[in-house]
C-alpha cells in the first residue's frame, strides 16, 4: 500500500472539514468558476497534464500536501481537469460540473475564506511498442508525487474567500514550477546506481531507466576477494538509504509528532534507529550481505510491482535479467540464487511474495509483511470474482458501504468509494499514481484506447468479471498457489515463503493472508515448510517483530531477516558453495 506518499500526505495536519453546507446546493448547481492560466514566461506550451485545484483552512502546509484519501474529515478539497493542448494565457476552467473530494461539486463546498491553490502535474506522450500513443506524467527523481514532481506548475497559495452561491469567476495564475532534485551522493557504505533497460525503452519507445541504492557491507573494500549474498528489499522509490545513519542523532532536532503511530519526537526515533542499524551493521558478526533498494518509478506509480505488465511492460525481467546482474557484477554478488533473499512491507510485501513465486528458480526465500492484497477474493473488503459491486454490499432494501481504512479499534475512516473518487479527482485513466490506480495498471489487460482496462467503473464501482478473470489467472498469488503447487511449483517454494499481517491492519489486508495461508496449510509433498503469523491488534505494516511496536520494528527490517536468511543459506546451499569469504 501507498501509505502517507501521494495521496495520504506527510505532515498530517488537523484539517477543518470541507463539507455540505446546511441546505447546499445539489452538485453541479453553481454559477461559481475558476479560470487557471500560466504566462508564457513560466512554459512556452502547449501542455498536457491534470490541472488541480485545492483548497483548504489550514496554513501550516501548502494546500497540495494536504490531501488525504484514507480520512476525508481532515482532507483539503480538490478538484481536477484534463488539459490537452493548453497554451499560455488560455483560460482553464473549473466549474461546478467538475468532480471534487471529498465533497463532489464546488455546489457543496460551504462558503468562506480557503487557500486555494493550482498545480499542473505535467504529461508527456509516450508511443509505445503496443501501438498505442498515451499521455502519462513520467517520474522525474521523485519518485512519481504529483505534489512534489520537478517541472510541475504551480500557483502560490492565496487565501480566497469563495461562496458557491455567488455568480463570479475567481482568477489563479500558475507562477513558479516545481525545481529539480539533487541527485544523491555516495558514502562508504551508500551507493547509488542507474541502467538503462533495453526491455523497457523498447516497450515505452523511450529511453526508461532503472536504479538501486545498494548498502554495502561493513568490509567491502578491505575485502576484495570476498563475494556477498544480495538481499532485495522491495517498497515504495527510495530517493537513498534513509534507513541508514552514519552520525549520531541530532540532539537539537526540533520534534515533530507522528500521527500515524501516536507518537512525540517520532523523527528523533528514526534517526536512532538508523544510526542503530549503522552500529549494527559495522559490528563484529553481522551478516555481510549486499542490501538493494529499487528505483523502478514509471508513468504509473512510485514502483512497477516488479513483475511484467500489459500496461507497465516487462519491469518483472528488467529487473532480474537486467538490473539484478549489473548489481551483483559491480558489487560482486555471488550471483546465484541460493544467495538471493527478498523482503518488504506493505507494497514491498507483495512484490516480495510474487517475485519469489513468479521467478521460483531465481531466489531463496521471501519475509513479505502486510502484504497487498495477495488473494483476490479479499481486494481490500471487496471479492472481485462474487462481489458485483466494489463500492457496496448491496441488498433488496439497503446497501451498506464497502469500508477501505480503519483504526486499530475498528474505526473506519474511509470507504472503498471516497479513496477511489480521490484518485479519480487527481487523474483520469488510471493516472492518479494512486493505490487502486496502479493495481488497476500492474494488473489489467490493456484497454482500447491503451489505458489499463478498470476492474471497476471509477465513479459506480461495478466490477468488470471479465477483467477480474484475467487478473485471477495471472496476479492473484494465491490463485496461482493453489493452481500450480502440485505442478511442480511448491518443489520449488519449500521453505521459501513467509508472512507476516497485524490482525487490525488499516487496510483489511490480513484478510488475504488469511486465504492464503488456510491454502499452505494443507500442502503436502512438498509441505510449504515456512511461516505465517499475526500481530494482535497491530496495525499496517507489521512485520513479525512481537518484542516491539510497529513504529520500531519497520525500522529494523534487516536485523530481523539477515539472520534467517543465513541460516537459509546453511541449510540450502549446494556443494561446493562459497559459504566463507564473505564471513569475516
Same mark, same amino acid.
Given at each position: 500500500m501507498r501509505r502517507a506518499r501521494q495521496i495520504m500526505v506527510t505532515g498530517f495536519a488537523l484539517l477543518a472539514f470541507v463539507g455540505v453546507a446546511a441546505g447546499a446546493q445539489s452538485a453541479g448547481a453553481t454559477r461559481l468558476r475558476f479560470a487557471v492560466r500560466y504566462p508564457p514566461a513560466l512554459a512556452q506550451g502547449p501542455l498536457d497534464g491534470r490541472l488541480l485545484l485545492l483548497l483548504s483552512t489550514d496554513a501550516s502546509a501548502e494546500p497540495r500536501f494536504?490531501?488525504?484519501?484514507?480520512?476525508?474529515?481532515?482532507?483539503?478539497?480538490?478538484?481536477? %481537469?484534463?488539459?490537452?493542448?493548453?497554451?499560455?494565457?488560455?483560460?482553464?476552467?473549473?466549474?461546478?460540473?467538475?468532480?471534487?473530494?471529498?465533497?463532489?461539486?464546488?455546489?457543496?463546498?460551504?462558503?468562506?475564506?480557503? #487557500?486555494?491553490?493550482?498545480?499542473?502535474?505535467?504529461?508527456?506522450?509516450?508511443?509505445?511498442?503496443? $501501438?498505442?500513443?498515451?499521455?502519462?506524467?513520467m517520474d522525474r527523481g521523485e519518485g512519481q508525487q504529483w505534489n512534489r514532481a520537478p517541472g510541475n506548475l504551480l500557483s502560490a497559495p492565496r487565501e480566497i474567500a469563495v461562496d458557491p452561491a455567488r455568480a463570479e469567476t475567481l482568477e489563479l495564475e500558475l507562477d513558479q514550477a516545481i525545481p529539480e532534485i539533487e541527485a544523491p551522493k555516495d558514502t562508504r557504505y551508500v551507493k547509488h546506481i542507474r541502467i538503462q533497460s533495453e526491455r523497457l525503452t523498447k516497450f515505452w519507445g523511450r529511453p526508461m531507466q532503472l536504479g538501486a541504492v545498494v548498502l554495502v557491507p561493513h568490509g567491502f573494500d578491505e575485502h576484495p576477494e570476498a563475494r556477498y549474498p544480495l538481499a532485495v528489499f522491495h517498497g515504495h522509490f527510495p530517493y537513498t538509504a534513509a534507513g541508514f545513519r552514519e552520525a549520531a542523532p541530532d540532539p537539537n532536532l526540533p520534534c515533530e509528532y507522528s500521527e500515524r503511530f501516536r507518537l512525540d519526537c517520532y523523527n528523533r526515533i528514526e534517526q536512532q534507529l538508523a544510526h542503530e542499524l549503522y552500529q549494527d551493521w559495522t559490528s563484529p558478526g553481522f551478516p555481510r550481505f549486499l542490501v538493494v533498494e529499487i528505483q523502478h518509478a514509471n508513468p504509473y506509480f512510485?514502483?512497477?510491482?516488479?513483475?511484467?505488465?500489459? @500496461?507497465?511492460?516487462?519491469?518483472?525481467?528488467? %529487473?532480474?535479467?537486467?538490473?539484478?546482474?549489473?548489481?551483483?557484477?559491480?558489487?560482486?554478488?555471488?550471483?546465484?540464487? *541460493?544467495? #538471493?533473499?527478498?523482503?518488504?512491507?506493505?507494497?514491498?510485501? *507483495?512484490?516480495?511474495?510474487?517475485?519469489?513465486?513468479?521467478?521460483?528458480?531465481?531466489? @531463496?526465500?521471501c519475509w513479505a509483511s502486510c502484504p497487498d492484497p495477495i488473494d483476490f477474493r479479499a481486494y481490500m473488503s471487496t471479492n472481485i470474482?462474487?462481489?458485483?459491486?466494489?463500492? *457496496?454490499?448491496?441488498?433488496?432494501?439497503?446497501?451498506?458501504? #464497502?469500508?477501505?481504512? #480503519?483504526?486499530?479499534?475498528?474505526?473506519? +475512516?474511509?470507504?472503498?468509494?471516497?479513496?477511489?473518487?480521490?484518485?479519480?479527482?487527481?487523474?483520469?485513466? $488510471?493516472?492518479?499514481?494512486?493505490?487502486?490506480?496502479?493495481?488497476?495498471?500492474?494488473?489489467?489487460?490493456?484497454?482500447?484506447?491503451?489505458?489499463?482496462?478498470?476492474?471497476?467503473d471509477k465513479r459506480t464501482?461495478?466490477?468488470?468479471?471479465?477483467?477480474?478473470?484475467?487478473?485471477?489467472? @495471472?496476479?492473484?498469488? $494465491?490463485?496461482?498457489?493453489?493452481?500450480?503447487? +502440485?505442478?511442480?511449483?511448491?518443489?520449488?517454494?519449500?521453505?521459501?515463503?513467509?508472512?507476516?499481517?497485524?490482525d487490525m491492519d488499516n487496510y483489511y489486508l490480513n484478510n488475504a493472508v488469511y486465504l492464503v495461508e488456510d491454502f499452505l496449510k494443507t500442502t503436502a509433498d512438498p509441505s510449504y515448510g515456512g511461516e505465517v503469523d499475526y500481530g494482535d491488534r497491530a496495525e499496517h505494516c507489521w512485520n513479525g517483530d512481537h518484542t516491539r511496536p510497529n513504529a520500531y520494528s519497520r525500522l529494523r527490517y534487516i536485523q530481523m531477516h539477515a539472520p534467517k536468511m543465513l541460516k537459509r543459506i546453511e541449510e540450502s546451499a549446494p556443494p561446493g558453495a562459497d559459504l566463507t569469504s564473505w564471513r569475516y
Open positions: 494536504q490531501l488525504r484519501d484514507s480520512d476525508p474529515t481532515r482532507s483539503a478539497q480538490a478538484f481536477g %481537469i484534463d488539459v490537452l493542448g493548453w497554451r499560455p494565457g488560455e483560460a482553464a476552467v473549473i466549474d461546478g460540473e467538475v468532480l471534487g473530494f471529498p465533497a463532489e461539486s464546488l455546489a457543496q463546498v460551504t462558503a468562506g475564506r480557503y #487557500r486555494v491553490q493550482a498545480l499542473l502535474h505535467r504529461y508527456e506522450t509516450f508511443h509505445r511498442a503496443d $501501438g498505442h500513443v498515451v499521455r502519462l506524467p512510485d514502483d512497477s510491482y516488479a513483475v511484467n505488465s500489459q @500496461n507497465l511492460g516487462p519491469y518483472g525481467d528488467a %529487473i532480474q535479467y537486467e538490473l539484478v546482474p549489473e548489481i551483483e557484477r559491480r558489487f560482486r554478488g555471488i550471483g546465484q540464487p *541460493w544467495a #538471493r533473499f527478498m523482503y518488504g512491507g506493505s507494497t514491498g510485501g *507483495w512484490e516480495a511474495l510474487a517475485v519469489q513465486v513468479l521467478y521460483p528458480d531465481e531466489w @531463496n526465500g470474482y462474487e462481489d458485483a459491486n466494489a463500492y *457496496w454490499a448491496i441488498g433488496p432494501f439497503a446497501r451498506v458501504a #464497502r469500508p477501505g481504512h #480503519r483504526d486499530w479499534l475498528g474505526h473506519v +475512516s474511509a470507504t472503498i468509494e471516497d479513496m477511489n473518487r480521490a484518485e479519480l479527482v487527481l487523474g483520469t485513466k $488510471g493516472r492518479s499514481g494512486g493505490q487502486f490506480d496502479i493495481w488497476e495498471a500492474v494488473y489489467a489487460p490493456v484497454g482500447s484506447d491503451g489505458y489499463p482496462k478498470r476492474i471497476w464501482g461495478v466490477i468488470d468479471k471479465a477483467v477480474a478473470a484475467h487478473l485471477r489467472e @495471472n496476479y492473484d498469488l $494465491g490463485q496461482i498457489l493453489r493452481r500450480d503447487w +502440485s505442478k511442480g511449483l511448491g518443489k520449488k517454494l519449500a521453505g521459501k515463503i513467509h508472512l507476516y499481517c497485524g
